[in-house]
Nanobody, 126 residues
Framework: QVQLVESGGGLVRPGGSLRLSCAAS????????MGWFRQAPGKEREFVAA???????????FVADSVKGRFTISRDNAKNTVHLQMNNLKPEDTAVYYC????????????????WGQGTQVTVSS
């Protein structure tokens, strides 16, 4: 069982930055791919980024094209945390952001992750 708790959401003006954090419980954090998804009102849940760990390549990160160059995912396996640094935020980034965990390597955009946090609201507005 893995429990995930997100933090760091809030209201920010266009062009601003936020850093989301996700704290995970459990003893084998490094065994899990950590993902960030978002869901805006009336829209489907959308993949944002993922960070996976493998013995052959270490940590690999993947970011959706819609946020590439603005968002960065990172993980700290010693602290069981994953972060999403969001820069140059736009109104269309407004959504509830969810942290997710799953034992997978590949198919990161598939929302079938085993564990989910409760979500944190990000609102980008002037």
């Amino acid at each position: 069982q893995v429990q995930l708790v997100e933090s760091g959401g809030g209201l920010v003006r266009p062009g601003g930055s936020l850093r989301l954090s996700c704290a995970a419980s459990g003893r084998t954090f490094s065994d899990y791919t950590m993902g960030w998804f978002r869901q805006a009102p009336g829209k489907e849940r959308e993949f944002v980024a993922a960070a996976a760990v493998s013995w052959w390549s270490g940590t690999s990160t993947f970011v959706a094209d819609s946020v590439k160059g603005r968002f960065t995912i990172s993980r700290d396996n010693a602290k069981n945390t994953v972060h999403l640094q969001m820069n140059n935020l736009k109104p269309e980034d407004t959504a509830v952001y969810y942290c997710a965990a799953d034992r997978r390597y590949g198919d990161y955009a598939n929302p079938g992750y085993a564990y989910w946090g409760q979500g944190t609201q990000v609102t980008v507005s002037s």
